[in-house]
Each structure stands twice: as C-alpha cells, then as structure tokens.
C-alpha cells in the first residue's frame, strides 16, 4: 500500500530486505560492531559480501540510536545505513533511543542525497522490542521527520512477514487517515 505526504511516497512491503534493488539507502539493523549478525545484519551482510563488515571498521563500535553510512558493494543499493536499535530491557529510554534510529538514518541520507529509503522492523528480532510499540515508534517518527526532508522521495517500510504488513498498513491508514 502507498501515501503521498509532501510529495513522498509512503510504503509498506513484505519481502528481503537485500534484494530492494528500486531503493538507493537500505536501513541495516545493525550491531554495535557492524559486524555481519543474524536477521537483518546477515542477509545484508551476506548479500554485499565482506567488504560491508571491513568498511564498518572505521566506525565501530556505535551507540543505541547512532546511524553511519557506508557503500553497498555487492547490494543492489547505493548506501547501506547501519543503526543500532535498542535492546529491549537493557538500553535505555528504549523509545528514544529507537526515535533517534529513524532520525538518523533519515539525516544520514538526507547527507547523502539519497531519494530512497527502506527501513526493517529496527530492534524487534533478538533485540527484543515488542513489535506493536516498535511499529508505533517507527511510523510516528517518520512522519514526523516528513515536513524536513528535502531530498528523500520514498520511504518504505519492509516487513519480515505478511501479517507484520497488515499490521504497519493498517496503522499507517489509521494514522494518516486513508
């Protein structure tokens, strides 16, 4: 399902997250290290090949919330944005700590230009965060961020499964109101 906010496209789909080839950014749900984990770290990781961990290097370790930026190499991407979402329990206040995830990764492409943007459920596989809330978190903010960006035309919200699909459509209609 898409929306038009501001001249930005809006969407939620179900499929890999490594294989958006029409996406210039793809969000990493990444791990302090930025090293190649399980979820959305692995498929990323193994779709790009090694190069992706040896670039994160440089930037590790990062904090709850940070995002950086590196190439994509063997990714059908222009940029991979790594953040590292909060464990749920652990790192703490777990909501802003996951607010600043999506608005920094949307800053990081916004600095880099990108048109495009696909962000994964951030922190609700093994980080543990319960995925209605995460949902909720996840939508607001960037709705919220959609009256500054100025370079970033779509946004798509990729889900693992059909029934987490459902879910964001039906919170995105809910929330804009269509």
């Known amino acids: 399902m898409e929306w038009r906010i501001n001249d930005i496209t809006i969407e939620t789909a179900r ?13 990493n749900a990444a791990n302090a290290e930025l090293e190649t984990g399980g979820g959305v ?19 590790a370790p990062i904090s709850p919330g940070e995002a950086v ?20 329990g652990k790192d703490h206040p777990a909501e802003e700590l996951l607010i600043q995830c999506y ?10 230009k990108l048109k495009s943007i696909v962000f994964p459920a951030i922190s609700t596989g093994a980080f543990g965060y319960p995925f209605h809330e995460a949902m909720k978190t996840a939508v607001g903010t960037v709705l919220e961020q959609i009256g500054s960006l100025r370079q970033i035309k779509h946004i798509r919200f990729l889900l693992f499964s059909q029934e987490e699909k459902e879910k964001y459509t039906a919170h995105l209609a809910e929330t804009i109101g269509q």
């Open 41 to 59: 770290a692995g498929a990323l990781h193994r779709t790009a090949g090694p190069e992706l961990a040896a670039a994160g290097e440089k930037y």
């Open 69 to 88: 930026v590196t190439e994509a190499f063997q990714l059908p991407n222009k940029k991979v944005i790594h953040c590292l979402g909060p464990v749920y």
């Open 15 to 27: 499929g890999d997250i490594a294989a958006q080839e029409d996406m210039e950014a793809v969000v």
């Open 103 to 112: 608005i920094n990764s949307l800053k990081r492409a916004e600095e880099e």
